[in-house]
């Protein structure tokens, strides 16, 4: 009894921990949000959101490995717990870096 006790609970533990940015699906943002800007106005709107694509990748991979510590340390997933994870804001960077790439591509921009 105990052992499937102990194994639950790890394995909900585990479950329960912030995925690597790679892991994430981007969310499906309409290539028409983009499409009434300039290809030099959707270029500076690329590089903005790249950036912010990068800056909470690397705030959830720190929040990936605080959890991975946290759960082997303590046995709770620590950065998932207390708001660490930034799965969402992730996925829609991503989202919208493709939308902005596929309105890119259907301009002919260069």
């Known amino acids: 009894m105990k052992f499937r006790l102990i194994a639950l609970a790890s394995a909900l533990a585990v479950s329960s921990c912030a995925k690597r940015p790679d892991a994430i699906v981007p969310v499906d943002i309409p290539m028409a949000a983009y499409s009434n800007q300039s290809c030099q106005g959707l270029a500076q709107e690329l590089m903005k959101e790249q950036a912010n694509l990068a800056a909470v990748s690397k705030q959830q991979n720190q ?48």
């Open 63 to 110: 929040a990936a490995t605080g959890d991975a510590i946290g759960v082997f340390l303590v046995g709770v997933p620590a950065s998932s717990t207390f708001g660490g994870d930034k799965e969402g804001q992730v996925a829609v960077s991503k989202g919208k870096v493709n939308a902005i790439e596929s309105s890119i591509k259907a301009k002919g921009c260069k």
